[in-house]
């Protein structure tokens, strides 16, 4: 059975930064293209990072809106993904799941950017 | 970036019917797409990729159809528990995007 935890979230200052940790099982992490993506209080889906195998060069993809403020990386060891978010602004405010190629999905761990 | 326009917003209808879920994208996505299906508080689950093919467990009377830049969800025989928003997404180009949902109920 495939499973995906999303860790880290919580109520965080403008400004400041959060690390979101997937930790996955039941599927062969080392060959999945894990994916972040939220969901805001208003309920809209928003892709946000996608990070590829080591057979793709661990390759990185980011929506316009994060680039340069989040990064995404991965521990095939400990079949986790990671989110690194920084310089949070409050419209990053949403819930955050992790997903392989977005055929199964977490339950998610809630951000909210607030002061 | 590709925009995905889904309609209707909202859709109401009786046990037993059919309904169909409508999604546009801006260009052309070559069955880049997938549709999910997310119960109150719960997490997106895949239904649809391809266009037109069935998620493993996904009861069949989901189905989705469509290319270019027309695509459609539709689900046969609506049951209480299908009761939910559904999204369809396009994967072909980056970033990938969504439509902005639809809310079905039950009449």
């Known amino acids: 059975e495939v499973q995906l935890v999303e860790t880290g979230g919580g109520l965080v200052q403008p400004g400041k930064s959060l690390k979101l940790t997937c930790a996955t099982s039941g599927f062969t992490f080392s060959n999945a293209w894990m994916h972040w993506v939220r969901q805001s209080p208003e309920k809209q889906l928003e892709w946000v990072a996608q990070?590829?195998?080591?057979?793709?060069?661990?390759?990185?993809y980011y929506a316009e809106s994060v680039k340069g403020r989040f990064t995404i990386s991965r521990d095939d060891s400990k079949s986790s993904v990671y989110l690194q978010m920084n310089s949070l602004k409050e419209e990053d405010t949403a819930i955050y799941y992790c997903?392989?190629?977005?055929?199964?999905w977490g339950q998610g761990t809630l951000v909210t950017v607030s002061s | 970036d590709i925009q995905m326009t889904q309609s209707p917003a909202s859709l109401s209808a009786s046990l037993g019917e059919t309904v169909t879920i409508e999604c546009r994208a801006s260009e052309d996505i070559y069955n880049g797409l997938a549709w999910y299906q997310q119960k109150p508080g719960k997490s997106p689950q895949l239904l649809i990729y391809n266009a037109n093919s069935l998620h493993t467990g996904v009861p069949s009377r989901f189905s989705g159809s469509g290319s270019g830049t027309q695509y459609s969800l539709k689900i046969n025989s609506l049951q209480s528990e299908d009761v939910a928003s559904y999204f369809c997404q396009q994967y072909y180009d980056y970033p990938f995007t969504f439509g902005s949902g639809t809310k079905l109920e039950i009449k």
């Open positions: 990070i590829k195998a080591k057979s793709n060069n661990y390759a990185t």
């Open positions: 997903t392989p190629s977005f055929a199964y």
